[in-house]
């Protein structure tokens, strides 16, 4: 496995603090952003402690990996594993009780990508035909409006409710991580953003305007293509923390 990766964070117009962390491991084929909550302190902790210890359980697996005949459970079993890191570190700390995290990641292994995501952090794909999309599926509650039909998702980026999540790592009882697989293929564009990134702009067309303007004009250097990225959506109001990262599979 062969891979670019580019990765830009801030933190932004109206926060104090950056509660996002990441983590990216081109060894590994890992690649993962975690949008902490819970105050001040507490969404830097879990956000952080979910990242170590994902890239930790990851690293420990090794060459086993390729072996592993369900990955998605093997995925679900070490964000239980951070989940559980995190509760404990709250317990042990009570000024940190009420913590958690969104999380959402890549993990190349046996010949396929692996998509989680617990929460409203996303997914996009931009595959190497130049089809963009959003692979990732919130889980929040006003995403299950809009899946109910008792929205649009135009209402839903204006709804006072939009960032009611109803899954958080180190928070909820019964994690629920939506896996998705697809073919590891040469050339495709995977985007793993906090949701700092998707709510300044009206809708996924416009971060994929940016993101191909970005590409042609600094000739494929993903570094720079996060930056406009996270540069725009501080211009269009940098409500919350940015967090991007950007890998291309190269072979």
């Known amino acids: 496995m062969k891979f670019k990766v580019g990765c830009k964070t801030d933190t932004g117009k109206k926060k104090s603090n950056n509660e996002d962390s990441y ?54 079993n070490i ?27 890549a993990l190349c292994a046996g010949g396929k990508v692996f998509v989680t995501n617990i929460g409203d952090a996303r997914c996009y794909k931009l595959s190497a035909d130049g089809e963009f999309s959003l692979v990732s599926h919130d889980q929040s509650q ?18 006072p409710m939009r960032h009611v999540i ?43 305007n940016i993101m191909a303007g970005a590409l042609a004009e600094s000739g494929g250097d993903l570094d720079a293509v996060c930056q406009k990225l996270v540069d725009t959506a501080l211009d269009l109001g940098g409500r919350d923390n940015v967090t991007v990262i950007i890998f291309r599979i190269l072979e």
């Open 23 to 76: 983590y990216f491991d081109e060894k590994l084929g890992l690649f993962g952003v975690a949008d902490g909550m819970g105050g001040h302190a507490g969404g830097e902790v879990a956000s952080r402690l979910a990242a170590e210890t994902i890239v930790k359980r990851v690293e420990g697996a090794g060459d086993k990996l390729d072996k592993v005949d369900d990955i998605p459970a093997f995925i679900s």
């Open 142 to 159: 006003i995403q299950e409006y809009v899946d109910d039909g008792l929205i649009t998702e135009e209402q839903a980026k204006v709804h």
């Open 166 to 208: 109803t899954q958080a790592v180190g928070y909820s009882e019964n994690l629920k991580p939506r896996t998705v697989e697809f073919e590891y293929r040469t050339g495709d564009y995977y985007l793993l953003c906090s949701d700092g990134l998707n709510d300044e702009f009206k809708n996924d067309g416009e971060i994929k």
């Open 79 to 105: 964000i239980s594993i951070a989940s559980d890191v995190i509760k404990q570190e709250a317990l042990n700390n009570p000024e940190l009780r009420g913590m958690g995290t969104t999380l959402v990641q």
